[in-house]
């Protein structure tokens, strides 16, 4: 999908990497941003 939106385009962080840091956050994150807004991204690429 990112390869048919963005041509040539390489990301800085595998899938995989981004896959565990969301089931951490999702397990643990609650500890830390209670009720925060967190921006996923501040730019497009």
Known sequence: MLEAAF???ESP?????MGKYV???ARTGHKFFNGKVL???????
């Open 13 to 17: 962080v595998m899938a995989f990497e």
């Open 7 to 9: 041509p040539g385009y």
């Open 23 to 25: 089931a951490d956050f």
């Open 39 to 45: 921006p996923v991204a501040v730019t497009t690429p």
